[in-house]
DNA sequence: ATTTAATATTGTAATGATTACAATATTAAT
DNA sequence: ATTAATATTGTAATCATTACAATATTAAAT
């Protein structure tokens, strides 16, 4: 990790480091490829991409900083009707669409008054999902 | 299945014959532990059950007929942080509640704008699942 | 009613995602 | 430099679910 990537990879070391992970080369591509793809990939799609930068890459270490992401509030998981889970940074609340035709999960925002709230019928709310599920645009077409 | 189970089963009958399944007793007992129980059980805690009632019943049974039940629309499954799958019968909209503590699912009735809807941002939608992950009510006494 | 066809159930074996675990490598602290 | 702590790796195990073939049951047709 010298100069160049140092440059690219200042704002997810930050991240990593404000959440008290330690930001090490496998855990910066691992987030590094969920933000930029932006498509809630699984640990097996992530294992393929990064292992072609690290061939040395294992799918438990894959499998271990996910789920370390996620304890630490980094990452959510996506349980979607495949058999993988996946996974999706942590930042502005949304909800997703899940297209049984491409298989796709779609990003949409909008607002819900359950985002902020806390409590809901005595139950304390730490976190928020709205799935829809259907075709979208693309596959209606 | 004669005179008394027709009087008890009749309406978990009619609910399957209407949607095109034919209500052996399998699958008679199968929906009726689900729709009585409203615990949202797995398929194991399922097979546990209903294996008491039918010494032979085969898990791939409970497997089959519950895979049937969600493609016509009888059920719907919900994923949790737990490796299994969870069922709930499909009826009135309704959200759900995951306690991360006693790993309950708790029904949560809400009035939702997205319930009545069948498009979002042009993606047809079939169905809406709503979770409120946190800890219940009795597990923050 | 009997035969035939269709469907449901069963049991076993396979699959596949994830985890357990032990060994090695790397990083940080003394 | 040595030691301790942490991260990564590879293999083997786990466990929910599915594939598949055999049997049993139900429905249809003669």
New binding site residues.
């Given amino acids: 990790m010298e100069e160049r990537e140092h440059d690219i990879y200042r704002k997810f070391q930050d991240l990593l480091s404000s959440k008290g992970?330690?930001p090490?080369?496998?855990?910066l591509l691992i987030l590094e490829y969920i933000i930029k793809n932006k498509n809630h990939p699984?640990?097996?799609m992530i294992y393929q991409q990064i292992s072609k930068n690290?061939p040395?890459?294992?799918?438990?270490?894959v499998?271990?900083?996910l789920?370390l992401f996620v304890k630490k509030g980094i990452l959510t998981t996506l349980k979607t009707s495949d058999?993988?889970?996946h996974y999706d940074i942590v930042d502005k609340p949304h909800a997703h669409f899940y297209c049984s035709v491409c298989g796709r999960i779609i990003d949409i925002d909008l607002k819900m008054p359950f985002f902020s709230r806390t409590f809901i019928q005595g139950h304390k709310i730490e976190e928020v999902k709205i799935q829809f599920l259907g075709i979208c645009k693309k596959c209606l077409q």
Avoid: G
């Fill in positions: 992970v330690k090490s080369f496998q855990r699984s640990a097996e690290i040395t890459l294992s799918r438990t270490t499998y271990n900083n789920n058999s993988e889970s």
